[in-house]
């Protein structure tokens, strides 16, 4: 039997992915208005790499390595 991906996983590391480009460039249009606030986005925008990429490692992580 072949393993098969999960495309709900998929689907989320894809949003995830999405959402931390989204706050990137929201930190950097802030960032001459508002370190502060820039480097919030930034620490948010790290924690949803984070969680897309376990999302994404657990996702693939049922094909073995060749």
């Known amino acids: ?3 098969q ?3 709900n996983k998929l689907k989320q590391a ?3 992915s999405s959402i931390v480009k989204d706050m ?3 930190a950097i249009e802030q960032s001459a ?3 502060t606030l820039a480097s919030e986005a ?3 925008a790290s924690n949803e790499f984070y969680f897309g990429y376990f999302v ?3 996702t693939i992580s049922v094909f073995p390595i060749i």
Request: aromatic share 4%; proline share 0%; glycine share 0%.
């Open 1 to 3: 039997m072949a393993n």
């Open 5 to 7: 991906i999960d495309t």
């Open 14 to 16: 894809e949003a995830a």
């Open 24 to 26: 990137i460039t929201s």
């Open 33 to 35: 208005a508002n370190t």
């Open 42 to 44: 930034l620490k948010q």
């Open 56 to 58: 994404f490692h657990e």
